[in-house]
């Protein structure tokens, strides 16, 4: 087959370049020009560009660079400055992989005569009754079929993740034992856009009003202040105004239209139900006993699933309560075998 294997730079993309080829396949490497800003982290800057175009010419394979600035703009950082405006936490990176790495990834391989797109991502893709579903990877320490859940079915279809069944591990000795460039290259953790010298704040505050806020308990009595109630998530503990000395109070809520932070002991943190709105199934819409995880690593938990037939949301009642999910922040449900990915929302 023909494929275009998308190559950030890092030593996943390399491997999984070099196991297509190993494989028979014609391959040719791309690396998406995403964010035109400032950028020392993730997976945007030059010098990822430049070692996987040496990964490249090391695995002797054509290697094309596609500018999807104007895309990243509209599809991941304005959407995370207005999440932010509005008192959400949002994941920019499972936005990126939906409408970047994947959507235009594909419709640009279906203009140059590609056969399928292949990531370096940790998961694995299988079928099931006729269908393709999302799975988790063979290390379950890196697995990533959490971000990358939202793949509708032609995608599945024309999909390759070819690092999905090995180890992290076998990954690196792969790479050094074929002399990749990239083999000791340390992960990539982070939003690209969001440099270690500046951060969040200094990037949320050149592109929004910073408003204050008070900071009650849930009698309403005042305790504290933040100056930016935009850089406030539900669960924070630290930055909140409050004295040294007391008990652990955690923030329960957040209501930057009334200015206004919520704090609790962690008791008020937890809750028996979660509702996520946009859901995106992989097949047909899952009902009863799921699995449900809640970030990118972490532990997925025994809910029940039912959609509310008024508001379309899902609705999930938690077999034992769990802290609350910080609104805007995506939830995805696995079978109970906990391999299968059945959809993926956003936590209201």
């Not at 275009?4 to 996943?12: P, T």
């Not at 090995?166 to 990954?171: H, M, P, S, Y």
């Not at 047909?284 to 379309?312: K, N, P, T």
Request: proline share 3%; aromatic share 6%; charged share 25%.
């Amino acid at each position: 087959m023909k494929v275009l294997c998308a190559m950030s730079g890092g030593v996943d993309s390399s491997v999984a370049a070099a196991e297509l080829l190993a494989d028979g396949h014609e391959v040719v490497g791309v690396t998406m020009r995403l964010w035109g800003g400032d950028s020392d982290t993730g997976c945007c800057s030059i010098a990822d560009v430049d070692d996987a175009r040496r990964v490249a010419q090391q695995l002797g394979i054509d290697h094309l660079v596609f500018n999807f600035t104007d895309d990243f703009d509209r599809h991941v950082v304005e959407p995370y400055v207005d999440a932010h405006a509005h008192g959400l936490t949002p994941n920019p990176c499972i936005e990126c992989n939906r409408h970047l790495k994947f959507a235009r990834l594909s419709e640009r391989a279906d203009l140059l005569g590609f056969d399928v797109v292949a990531t370096g991502h940790h998961a694995r893709i299988v079928e099931h009754d006729g269908h393709h579903y999302v799975a988790r990877g063979a290390d379950a320490a890196k697995d990533q079929s959490y971000v990358v859940h939202m793949l509708p079915q032609r995608e599945l279809a024309r999909t390759l993740f070819p690092v999905g069944h090995l180890t992290k591990a076998e990954v690196r000795r792969r790479a050094d034992a074929a002399g990749l460039r990239t083999a000791h290259k340390p992960d990539s953790q982070d939003v690209c856009f969001i440099t270690h010298t500046g951060g969040r704040e200094q990037f949320l505050g050149d592109r929004i009003p910073f408003r204050p806020a008070r900071v009650v308990d849930a009698d309403g009595a005042e305790v504290g202040a933040v100056d930016a109630v935009e850089l406030v998530t539900i669960g924070q503990r630290r930055g909140i105004g409050l004295p040294g000395g007391g008990p652990k109070r955690y923030v329960v809520d957040v209501d930057v239209a009334a200015g206004r932070v919520v704090v609790g002991d962690e008791r008020e943190l937890y809750t028996g139900t979660t509702r996520v709105t946009t859901m995106t199934w992989a097949a047909s819409v899952a009902s009863g006993d799921v699995l449900v995880q809640c970030s990118a690593h972490g532990d997925a938990r025994r809910a029940s699933a039912h959609v509310d037939a008024e508001s379309g949301e899902v609705v999930l009642d938690w077999a034992e309560p769990q802290r609350r999910v910080a609104p805007g922040q995506s939830v995805v449900l696995y079978d109970l075998g906990d391999e299968r990915v059945l959809g993926g929302g956003i936590a209201r």
